[in-house]
């Protein structure tokens, strides 16, 4: 009798876990990070110029539709290349406000900044219609990231209880 109830518990923490890590993924911040001034002369798929206000880190995001690899490439006034990392994990981003509803943008590159001032950034589109770019201060993902370790460790908590009642339930 006591097995059941154990293996209950164990079907119920795994689900719950499980419900938690579909929740949790993609990532996402906590709050709209804080945009910084972007400027595309004709389209996105031209190059175009950012402003930052101090040097960080910056992360560029993409709506509409995506491709793979290299995504955008940025640079110093005098024409060298800054790192952009693409992100581990898939980060997405739904702005708050009225109009922001029918925009998602998913994180294509992380890039850190020496100082404040002006750089050229140039995006590849593949020709996607409704591809837009934006580029904001690194945001906290440190909740959301939380929580799907949690889940991964309640469903590895759950299955394992699952599996050593029953095999005690055999005995």
Known sequence: MRSRAWIAAGVAVAVLGLAVVLFAYPLSPRTDPAPVQASFPRSFADPGVILVKKPGSYAIWETGMRGDGDRCRVSTQSGTQIRVDEPRLTVRWEPDGEDSGAYVYTQVGAFDVPAAGAYGISCTTDGAAG??????????????????????????IGVTTLIVASVRRRR
């Open 131 to 156: 591809t837009a770019f934006a580029v904001t201060q690194t945001p906290s993902t440190g909740l959301s990231l939380t929580a799907l370790v949690g889940g991964s460790v309640a469903i590895v």
